[in-house]
Each structure stands twice: as C-alpha cells, then as structure tokens.
C-alpha cells in the first residue's frame, strides 16, 4: 500500500482539526455552528428594520444605490452584530462545561467531532479538485489512498451538489420575502416623460 505526499497532508489535516475541537470541547464547537445559523436567522428577521439604519450612515449610504442592496447591507450589519454577541457568550457557557464533570466527555466528543469535520472538509476538497482539475489530474491525488477511501463520500456530496434545485428554490423564495419585507412598499420614481393628446411625449 502506498502512499503519497497528499495522503500525509490530509493526515494532518484532520489531526490538527480532531485536536483544535478537542481543545475546545465539543460544546464549544457546537456553539460556534449554531451561532451562524442564529446570526443568520436573527439577521434575516430584523434586515429590514436595520435597512434604513444602515442607509443612514455616511460612507456605506454611498455604495446602497437601492432599496434592495440596503437591505443586504443591513442584513451583513444585523449578522455580524448577532454573531459577535454570540461569540461573547458561548465561551461563557462552553467554560462552566470544562470546569464539571463534563468535561472529559465534552473533550472527547469534541475530538470525534473535529476529525469527523476534518474528513468532510477532505472529501468537499475532493469534490472540488475533481471540477477543476479535469483532464490536468495529479498523479499524487488521483494515486493516494485517501483518494480511495473517500471515493464514496464524494460522490454523495457530488450528487448532492449537483442537485440543487430545491435548495435554491427555496433560497430564492427567501430571499423575494425579505426584498418584499423591506422594499415592498418603496415608491416608484414617476416618469419624466408625459404622454400628450397628439399621442407623443415630453
């Protein structure tokens, strides 16, 4: 059995991943997961009250050419605020895990938990090499064992990518909610134009 020079940086890869999380703790490591998708609701949900807010201000006011990149200015504002107030506090809370009883299970869970991430961030790495590399393969990815072993982890997730039609339906319905939140009652600009009897204009 074989092995390539590729091997040994996904080797490392997933140790330095298992041993960050196990430094962490898994529930350290949760929070930080689940404090992007608060941040993301939170900032979905108050985006359009944030939106006027954020046309306001002077230096960003000139780059917000309409309604409807305002409110993805207010929400980057909204999202970022709510994550760093997260990540004020999940460290709090993950500290009072590490102090317990707790503590050696949360660290070996942390541990499984960050080798698990390491071996998706390899196979997502995978996906990606094999869209871009096409017909210019490297021999020391396409020989490696790792290659091997995570050929069918890689296909899920190239399956997975490729279909993504409901996904970005309903992305995109999202989406027409919150221009229709924020922007749905904005005033059109009326026409310079004015239409004469004659049927010509002005």
């Not at 070996?108 to 210019?136: C, K, N």
């Not at 399956?159 to 229709?180: C, N, R, Y």
């Amino acid at each position: 059995m074989d092995f390539t020079l590729f091997d040994a940086g996904v080797a490392i890869v997933i140790v330095l991943s298992a041993i960050l999380a196990f430094s962490r703790g898994f529930v350290r490591e949760a929070l930080a997961i689940a404090g992007w998708v608060v941040a993301a609701i939170v900032a979905y949900m108050f985006a359009p009250q944030a939106t006027p807010l954020v046309q306001e201000i002077p230096v960003i006011a000139d780059f917000l050419e309409n309604c409807a990149a305002a409110t993805v200015g207010g929400f980057i504002v909204v999202f970022v605020a709510a994550l760093v107030v997260f990540a004020l506090f999940a460290p709090l809370f993950s500290s009072l895990v590490q102090r317990s009883a707790f503590n050696a299970i949360d660290q070996g869970l942390g541990f499984l938990f960050g080798a698990i991430r390491g071996m998706i961030l390899v196979a997502v790495a995978l996906v990606v090499y094999d869209f871009v590399a096409g017909a210019e393969a490297l021999p020391m990815v396409d020989d490696s064992q790792t290659a091997k072993v995570f050929d069918q982890a890689k296909g899920r997730i190239a399956g997975d990518i490729g279909d993504q039609e409901s996904t970005m339906a309903w992305m995109t319905v999202k989406f027409e909610g919150l221009m229709a939140a924020s922007c749905g009652g904005e005033p059109v600009e009326p026409s310079t134009n004015t239409i004469t009897p004659e049927g010509g204009s002005n």
